[in-house]
């Protein structure tokens, strides 16, 4: 039996168009985050959060940590995650899964993969940083 979802999430976005946006693997300069609440596993709110850190000279994963941290994300899904997100992501004990199975999956796809748990639940670094 699946489990009952109550959490925020935050997808890595390619725009801010919402559930039919591009997802992207870029976690710390992805240019957005498409917020999704899920209440019983039905989305619940759908929110978009430009990503101020997609244009920092460094440190962007950790202050992409910082921005969905603020938005009381629990759970982040569809990213690669360099050294310094992983472990932001994992102090602030916010849970990371992905990848997307395809690269170009929206938003609203890559939460039914998630709730079919099809995705693999990441617990340290997938890329090398600055990817």
Same mark, same amino acid.
Not at 81 to 95: C, D, E, M, T, V
């Given at each position: 039996?699946?489990?009952?979802?109550?959490? +925020?999430?935050? /997808?890595?976005? !390619?725009?801010?168009?919402?559930?039919? $946006?591009?997802?992207?693997?870029?976690? %710390?300069?992805?240019? $957005?985050? !498409?917020?999704?609440?899920?209440?019983?596993? &039905?989305? =619940?709110?759908?929110?978009?959060?430009?990503?101020?850190?997609? %244009?920092?000279?460094?440190? @962007?994963?950790?202050?992409?940590?910082?921005?969905? @941290?603020?938005? %009381?994300? +629990?759970?982040? /899904?569809?990213? #690669?995650?360099?050294?310094? @997100?992983?472990?932001?992501?994992?102090? %602030? +004990? /916010?849970?990371?899964?992905?990848?997307?199975?395809?690269?170009?999956?929206?938003?609203?796809?890559?939460? &039914?993969?998630?709730?079919?748990? +099809?995705? &693999? =639940?990441? !617990?340290? @670094?997938?890329?090398?940083? #600055?990817?």
């Amino acid at each position: 039996m699946s489990p009952v979802y109550n959490l +925020k999430i935050a /997808i890595p976005s !390619t725009s801010s168009e919402g559930l039919s $946006a591009i997802v992207t693997t870029r976690f %710390g300069r992805c240019p $957005a985050f !498409t917020i999704v609440n899920l209440k019983d596993n &039905e989305i =619940e709110e759908v929110s978009i959060v430009d990503n101020a850190a997609s %244009g920092a000279r460094g440190g @962007a994963g950790p202050m992409a940590v910082q921005l969905i @941290a603020e938005e %009381g994300v +629990k759970c982040v /899904i569809g990213g #690669h995650y360099g050294p310094n @997100a992983a472990n932001a992501l994992n102090q %602030g +004990k /916010i849970r990371m899964f992905g990848p997307a199975s395809n690269p170009s999956i929206t938003v609203k796809e890559l939460i &039914e993969e998630f709730l079919a748990e +099809k995705l &693999e =639940e990441i !617990t340290s @670094a997938t890329s090398p940083g #600055h990817v």
